[in-house]
């Protein structure tokens, strides 16, 4: 069995300001430290559940966070970006049994993270996948089943871990905190990796899941200024629906991952 995991930051327990997330600031230390042992967690479990691979993507900011000396010896960790159109999806094939996200977050335009946002926050508001709302999650959620990968646990803020278990009810997930307005409310450190290791345990125990994966997706990104719609308007196959939003219709879901490659 080989899983795949995708981690990113600002859905990891405690985690709560800016500031917490970016590489120098002084908060950021527990902030790695702590994306840190819930990857170990999760990896722990998929090894303990005859997992013989466990490839980490470290997809938040510069792609440097992870603690590398502090994870579990037989872990592959991909660092920094790829310059592909999978991104925080990057070394993703057919070949992985199972999707695992740790440390995932809310939407741009969702209220249940004061850091819900949709891939690069300064230019784009929010993305729509068939007319709902698209976190980073399900985005990244297609990049793999395009290649028949499902995602079998997901690990965040309570909105999130909502969101991905009434999306696709194969997942598993786990919220670590709950927020409003710029507050969080969290379990322990401890304890978020301690729900983040049952829950994959628990998780990799489903066999034979298929992904979902639409006939068609009909996308629109919408940016914070028009000024950036109408430069996406001109990308092979982009359409400009109103001031702010573009629009791009694929049955291939790289299709749309590259359009955003470019255009956000
Ligand atoms: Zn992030």
Sequence with gaps: MKIYISADIEGVTGVTHWDDTRLGHTEFAYAARQMTREVAA???AAFEMGASDVLVKDAHGTGRNLLLEELPERLRVHRGWDNSPYSMMAEVDGGFDAVLFVGYHSAGGSDANPLAHSFNSS?????????ERASEFIFNYYLAAKHGVPTLFLSGDEGLAVEARTFDKNIYSVGVKSSLGDSTLNVSAKKGAELIYDGV????TKKDVHPIYPEKFDVIFRFRHHQDARRASFYPGVEQVDEVSVRVVSEDFLDIARAKMFIV
Excluded: D, W, Y
């Design 42 to 44: 999760a990896a722990r």
């Design 123 to 131: 230019k784009l508001e929010s993305i729509f996948i068939n007319g």
């Design 201 to 204: 345990k628990q998780a990799l």
